[in-house]
């Protein structure tokens, strides 16, 4: 059974700081993985989505690896700013019909 | 503009009462997903379903019914049957539920028990 890691639960950095979100997988056969963003009360909006063939895959600030055969994935984000502030969630594809496995999110607080 | 809406946005039910939870797309897409969301727990599947007419369990079914009788809409009902409703309901869809493709959510549905 697939289950997804996201260590630690909760980060604080100072406005500017570039930072990294780890996500890890405990299967590797996974199609893609995508990683979201969700503010309090709110649904979830994708950020990134990177296919199991692609390495990684980049948005603005944003940049998103992945390493399937250790069962990884990184989110880096450049020069953090206070708006960034959110509960950041990764989710991978094991099965043909788009269901997702997620991790338990990584809740970002970005300093002013 | 296309999207997700979800309603109502706050839910109370009662000891022993039925509620429903609406989940309406006009994305035009075939896939529909409702997950369940816990403080601090990641996402998990409700029902999904593929098709207009057919819908599969997810990993926490019990407590739970869906119908899909029309293609933008996937309504949730939470049953009596169901002993711990309280959490943060979400629905998603993708275009033809094949993997690949981003899930697109809607704000959610909090339910809460009086």
């Known amino acids: 059974k697939q289950e997804v890691t996201q260590i630690p639960a909760a980060l604080s950095v100072p406005e500017g700081e570039n930072l990294v979100l780890n996500c890890s997988f405990t299967?590797?056969?996974?199609?893609?993985l995508q990683w979201f963003r969700q503010d309090p009360g709110k649904g979830l909006t994708s950020l990134l989505l990177?296919?199991?063939?692609?390495r990684e895959q980049t948005s603005g600030r944003l940049n998103a690896s992945l390493d399937k055969s250790s069962g990884r994935s990184t989110l880096y984000i450049a020069a953090s700013q206070p708006g960034d502030s959110a509960t950041y969630l990764c989710?991978?594809?094991?099965?043909?019909?788009?269901?997702?496995?997620f991790g338990k999110g990584i809740t970002l607080s970005v300093r002013p | 503009d296309g999207g997700i809406t979800q309603s109502p946005k706050y839910l109370f039910r009662k000891e022993g009462q039925n509620v429903t939870l609406s989940c309406e797309q006009n994305?035009?897409?075939?896939?529909m997903y409702w997950y369940r969301q816990d403080p601090g727990q990641g996402l998990r599947l409700i029902y999904y379903?593929?098709?207009?007419?057919?819908?599969q369990k997810g990993d926490i079914a019990e407590g739970y019914s869906v119908s899909r009788e029309k293609k933008e809409s996937f309504p949730l009902t939470v049953t009596s049957a169901q002993k711990n409703p309280t959490a943060f309901y979400l629905c998603?869809?993708?275009?033809?539920?094949?993997?690949?493709?981003?899930?697109?959510f809607g704000p959610g549905t909090r339910l809460l028990v009086l």
């Open positions: 989710a991978v594809h094991t099965g043909a019909n788009s269901k997702l496995t």
């Open positions: 299967d590797s056969a996974i199609y893609n």
């Open positions: 990177i296919q199991s063939s692609q």
């Open positions: 998603a869809s993708t275009p033809a539920g094949l993997y690949g493709e981003t899930q697109y």
């Open positions: 994305l035009n897409h075939d896939a």
């Open positions: 379903s593929q098709i207009v007419n057919d819908f």
